[in-house]
């Protein structure tokens, strides 16, 4: 199985996300969450992972449980989904920048927008043109 095929699709992804924020910012345990919503603590923490699909019946007490309007979760899984994007795009970036290898550079294009793309590449070439103008002044 390849992690993509593991991987949770991204609507789960995303309220996986939201209900694990909105439990942490509750400060309540996950299995206190759970008795309170009267679901296991082991269905509870399959939809934290992301491997299970919480009912609507079962979301709506979660969201009264942590102290949270249902939208509020969603709105939670798409920030969260934005953080992990924006920390995958400056990996991308960094290693492009580190090592520049055409798997590297390739993949920084493909994570980045237009002018993040741009500005990948004058850094790039800045480097070259260090790199070039030290190398003749040790040769």
Known sequence: MTPQ?????RALRRLALGMAAALAASGQSQKDVAARCRISPAYLSKM???HK???????????????????EVYDLGDKALER???AARRA?????????????????AARLHHD????????LQDRLKRDETSGRAHG
């Open 5 to 9: 095929e593991s991987e949770p699709p």
């Open 116 to 123: 993040e793309l741009r500005r990948l590449v004058e850094e």
């Open 84 to 86: 992990q994007a924006e």
């Open 53 to 71: 699909n919480p009912s609507q019946v079962v979301l709506e007490r979660f969201a009264e449980v942590v102290g949270v309007r249902v939208g």
């Open 48 to 50: 934290l992972a992301g």
């Open 92 to 108: 991308a970036v960094r290693r492009a920048v580190n090592e520049p290898t055409v798997t590297a550079l390739a993949e920084a």
